[in-house]
């Protein structure tokens, strides 16, 4: 059966005709979302492109066993309402009932759910977890997303809201978040934040007319501490280290509230693929609970930007959870 | 229906037959737990307690609804295998098995559950979190004890020992906690966290000449600071304050990661009772992601001992969840 999974970013609308059983994207269309407009012509791009992929594959709309859409905010998956996406000024914004009548179609349901939830259960349908029944997906990049998938169900807190786990404090009294707290992982374990930390210390060395090869980065981004310490430079392996031990403390407090089968990493940070995983692992066993070895897998997240179409079109299991 | 829950602690067995829909203990009793004697014999008293309870009420062990067992350390429910209980020795310890050969009722279910794990679901099912689907309960005694239940599910992990929030790192590079890692939130906010804050107050006020009442104390306990604080006294009251602070730290994080509707806060810390609340609900609010207003309602934890007696009665519909 097809189903369609619609990513719907602040930039670009995405939206694919997914292969339940195989998961594979068999046809993918994009437009630019124009967030200013109004959130009635957003969907009726949204139906417009469900229906031109469906006429190219020669599938019937009518024929679609669902059809799911991630976005940000806060989504109450239960009633298809977005309370609120400040991005795309959507406050509560009945997504799926409004999509559901453009596309004319009423026996297909319409399902939606925050954005990092879905690419959560995309990785778990199709990516890094699947298999497991139990994982946890961090993206590392402006920010830290999380989503979490419990027993095969998105974990939905009591205001939709839930799964924050950047913006779980670990360093009390620590950097100053955008969230109002101090210390959230976020602040630390984020792309932005490695950016900050190598900033710090190509200051901190030329106070101390220390040479370091990345006072020779053209432009500081979230690779140029990893780049330049695999190329042997001691003051970015001082800013990798201290990366890798904020990111290893938000892991293994994951690992000791959730125990996941997996914990997959996307964002930017995560095209360090396997040599991230295995710069974490020495720091996640060491610090597991009562000298144990973490049984949780570290994996790199594999769907990349397809995770919030596959999980969408996957949501309606996702929302349901195990048998 | 009657259902029997049994408290497996590493000093006493209490043994409860519990009304299924009123959710009150009809009738209780104990016994020394002896815990370096063989698991079998520990069994057979459970057995008997059970036996004896029935005889008493009246009640045939064949007409039982469930028993359910709650222990200490790692226990597979779905399995009913204690995998590891340190204190009382059990490794890979097939509890629920045998106990159900020894009660000889072959039609009457056993279960059994990590005991914080069924204590949360005692207070979900009759307690301070009665009518929430999603909870949280923290016991702040000599360590921070903890069991989340999501969607009227008791929330294990892929090895049975999830749900530990007193490991969780608040406090990266912090104090250096039993399980090896440093800064746990079991450090900063345990009722041996408070004592030794306290005393780490009375040394410093000491050293620096200054007087607090606390110095007269006979005896430190997680009370001092909170009894001398309330009689007027100045550092108790800096120690009061920068406990609760910890702790609101470790609630905002339950909060972002879990948004459940209520946290039952017991323990011995827990019988400061109300006020415990009202020092903990202005800094909880101000710490809220993006500056909302918690949601989540914090609550001493109603049952106190008998928690564990209760959701050990009740296992069955905590391991199944919603339907």
């Given at each position: 059966m097809y189903r369609i999974g619609i990513d719907l970013g602040g930039t670009n609308i995405a939206v694919g005709l997914v292969n339940d059983e195989t998961f594979e994207i068999v046809k993918k269309k994009s437009t630019p979302t124009l967030a200013e407009r109004d959130g009635m012509e957003i969907v009726e791009d949204m139906a417009r492109l469900c229906r031109e992929i469906c006429d190219e594959v020669g599938v019937n709309v009518k024929d679609l066993a669902g059809v799911g859409v991630a976005s940000p905010g806060i989504v109450n998956p239960t009633t298809?309402?977005?309370?609120?996406?400040?991005?795309?000024?959507?406050?509560?914004?009945?997504?799926t009932e409004i999509l559901a009548d453009k596309l004319g179609a009423k026996h297909v349901?319409?399902?939606?759910?925050?954005?990092?939830?879905?690419?959560?259960?995309?990785?778990?349908?199709?990516?890094?977890?699947k298999g497991?029944?139990?994982?946890?997906?961090?993206?590392?990049?402006?920010?830290?997303?999380?989503?979490?998938?419990?027993?095969?169900?998105?974990?939905?807190?009591?205001?939709?809201?839930?799964?924050?786990?950047?913006?779980?404090?670990?360093?009390f009294g620590g950097i100053p978040c955008t969230c109002g707290r101090r210390?959230?992982?976020?602040?630390?374990?984020s792309a932005t934040a490695l950016v900050r930390m190598t900033n710090e210390k190509i200051e901190e060395c030329k106070a101390a007319g220390r040479y370091t090869s990345m006072l020779n980065a053209p432009r500081v981004s979230g690779r140029t501490a990893c780049d330049h310490m695999r190329a042997g430079d001691e003051a970015a392996k001082e800013v990798y280290d201290k990366y890798i031990a904020?990111?290893?403390?938000?892991?293994?407090?994951?690992?000791?509230?959730?125990?996941?089968?997996?914990?997959?990493?996307?964002?930017?940070?995560?095209?360090?693929?396997?040599?991230?995983?295995?710069?974490?692992?020495?720091?996640?066993?060491?610090?597991?609970?009562?000298?144990?070895?973490?049984?949780?897998?570290?994996?790199?997240?594999?769907?990349?930007?397809?995770?919030?179409?596959?999980?969408?079109?996957?949501?309606?299991?996702g929302l349901r959870g195990e048998a």
């Open positions: 298809g309402i977005i309370k609120r996406a400040s991005n795309l000024r959507f406050f509560y914004f009945p997504i349901p319409v399902y939606a759910e925050n954005d990092a939830n879905a690419a959560a259960w995309g990785e778990a349908c199709a990516g890094a977890a497991s029944s139990t994982s946890a997906t961090v993206t590392l990049g402006t920010g830290v997303g999380s989503g979490i998938i419990i027993h095969g169900k998105i974990l939905s807190g009591s205001n939709y809201a839930e799964g924050e786990l950047g913006h779980m404090v670990i360093e210390g959230c992982w976020e602040s630390y374990s904020y990111l290893a403390c938000g892991i293994n407090n994951i690992i000791n509230i959730f125990q996941p089968e997996v914990i997959a990493i996307g964002g930017g940070i995560s095209g360090e693929g396997q040599s991230l995983i295995d710069s974490l692992m020495p720091i996640v066993d060491a610090n597991m609970y009562c000298g144990e070895k973490a049984r949780t897998r570290l994996k790199i997240a594999t769907l990349g930007n397809d995770a919030g179409i596959i999980g969408a079109a996957m949501l309606e299991s």
